[in-house]
């Protein structure tokens, strides 16, 4: 029953239109109505500015690690049920049932999930969204490429089976979260994101 309970606390909290909620109580615009449409980090920072793209970064990050650190702290949850709470968290932020099931991309509420369950796996994925951003500034290829190099390096510091599922799960969804981004990758069209 707890289990229960915390998974569904952590798909509410994911679920935290973060993006949405900043924009609007600074008098902004609908975030889903401009830009790429996106209520992530990355469209707000490029509608509302840097300051509110960072803060809402931060937000998306946290609802990430507040469900998944409570759960291992506080409820001492390891192995199978620390991974479907992690899961539920990502979950919801992507199809947030505040939205209609219309969310964001998923990336940074996954930094968050990591940063608690596997720190040193995500200093390599950072690495690795660095330097594809740093050469070909599209944050999209940057996080593309940081979703599917997660899932080795979890096995690798972790060797934590339920961990590594739960990765695969949440590197696929990301990566498929990001088709659009895709085909304009592909096609030539993707914005590039600049300081």
């Known amino acids: 029953m707890i289990l229960f309970l915390l998974i569904c606390a952590a798909y509410l909290i994911g679920a935290i239109p973060t993006g949405l909620i900043l924009t609007r109580l600074v008098g902004g615009e609908d975030i889903r109505k401009a830009?790429?449409?996106?209520?992530?980090?990355?469209?707000?920072?490029?509608?509302a500015g840097r300051k509110l793209g960072l803060i809402t970064l931060l937000g998306d990050c946290l609802k990430g690690v507040v469900p998944v650190l409570?759960?291992?702290?506080?409820?001492?949850?390891?192995?199978?049920?620390?991974?479907?709470?992690?899961?539920?968290?990502f979950i919801g932020h992507c199809f947030p049932v505040y939205l209609g099931f219309k969310g964001g991309k998923g990336v940074a509420t996954a930094l968050g999930i990591f940063l608690v369950l596997s720190p040193l796996a995500v200093l390599?994925?950072?690495?690795?969204?660095?330097?594809?951003?740093?050469?070909?500034?599209?944050?999209?290829?940057a996080s593309i490429s940081a979703a599917t190099i997660?899932?080795?390096?979890?096995?690798?510091?972790?060797?934590?089976?339920?961990?590594?599922?739960?990765?695969?799960?949440?590197?696929a969804i990301v990566i498929w979260r990001h088709?659009?981004?895709?085909?304009?990758?592909?096609?030539?069209?993707?914005?590039?994101?600049?300081?």
């Open 150 to 171: 997660i899932p080795l390096l979890v096995i690798l510091v972790s060797h934590s089976v339920p961990l590594f599922i739960a990765t695969l799960v949440i590197a």
């Open 35 to 47: 830009g790429s449409g996106n209520i992530g980090a990355t469209n707000v920072y490029r509608v």
């Open 70 to 89: 409570v759960a291992q702290q506080w409820f001492g949850l390891s192995g199978n049920g620390l991974a479907a709470v992690a899961i539920a968290a």
């Open 179 to 195: 088709r659009g981004n895709i085909e304009r990758l592909r096609a030539g069209t993707e914005n590039r994101f600049n300081l």
């Open 124 to 141: 390599g994925a950072l690495l690795v969204f660095i330097v594809v951003l740093w050469k070909w500034r599209f944050i999209s290829l």
